[in-house]
């Protein structure tokens, strides 16, 4: 999906965690890891030893108007100087570890993420070289662990696509746009009235060409048409149109006698 409108970026609304890259290896995907922060509202990022240092031109050139979120970008030699400043750290990692810590999924991790901020306490969250993730090392200093359901004969997730889906929960975890809305373009939905006109004259249209036989089941089949269009959610737009549709067919009949 593509769409960017600058207008409406009114800015971020709270404190967000810090998404820490622990010994990145490329460029492309510190710049791809940026944007996708950037897609979800996040903008705070820290890179613990990047294998190819720091700035990085390819990194910038993948970000692709994230930009912003590289040009504050906290570079540490080490985990511990990453984290020093939070309260709490999440790890991410695709294996299990031989380590007693909560595990939790993106959207649980994220959940709490929220909660932790709304009280006033600094959150990260630690993503692992592409190669091979996080080191129990790393993890250790981490209060809890978050684990994407991935399909166990496929675990590996590149770097970005980790990011993306942590910070895409994170935002889902704040926001209340609803589940499903109707798009309604330049019209509104028909009223009881307006369904019933439509009815009757189809019923009208089609007693004429003797569509209800036999008669005794004409009630039947009557109640299965507004069943039908009761269950259609018309539009007024969609009305007239079907009023026209009706028309049309019944003058075109007549055409043919």
């Known amino acids: 999906m593509a769409g960017t409108d600058h207008g409406q970026d009114s800015g971020w609304d709270g404190p ?76 991410t990692t695709a294996r299990d570890r031989d380590l007693t810590k909560p595990v939790m999924t993106p959207e649980r991790a994220m959940q709490h993420a929220r909660e932790l901020t709304a009280a006033g306490q600094k959150v990260g969250i630690m993503f692992g070289p592409e190669r091979a993730g996080l080191e129990n090392s790393d993890i250790v200093r981490a209060n809890a662990l978050v684990s994407v359901p991935v399909n166990p004969a496929f675990a590996s997730l590149n770097l970005a696509q980790c990011v993306l889906l942590t910070a895409y ?42 569509f209800f036989f036999p008669e005794h089941k004409r009630d039947s089949m009557v109640e299965n048409l507004r069943n039908m269009v009761s269950r259609m959610n018309l539009t007024e737009a969609d009305v007239r149109t079907l009023h026209g549709v009706f028309r049309a067919l019944a003058e075109k009949r007549k055409g043919f006698k």
């Open 169 to 210: 929960e994170w935002r889902r975890s704040g926001d209340d746009t609803a589940p499903e809305v109707m798009e309604m373009a330049k019209t509104r939905f028909a009223e009881a009235i307006e369904l019933q006109k439509l009815l009757e004259g189809l019923e009208a249209r089609l007693d004429a060409v003797g």
């Open 16 to 91: 967000t965690p810090a998404f820490i890259l622990v010994r990145p290896q490329m460029g492309e995907n510190i710049g791809a890891a940026a944007r996708a922060m950037l897609n979800f509202g996040c903008d705070r990022m820290r890179l613990v030893a990047p294998r190819d240092g720091w700035p990085n031109s390819a990194a910038v050139a993948t970000a692709s108007g994230a930009a912003r979120v590289l040009d504050h970008v906290q570079v540490s030699d080490t985990v511990e100087e990453a984290t020093g400043d939070l309260n709490y750290v999440f790890a």
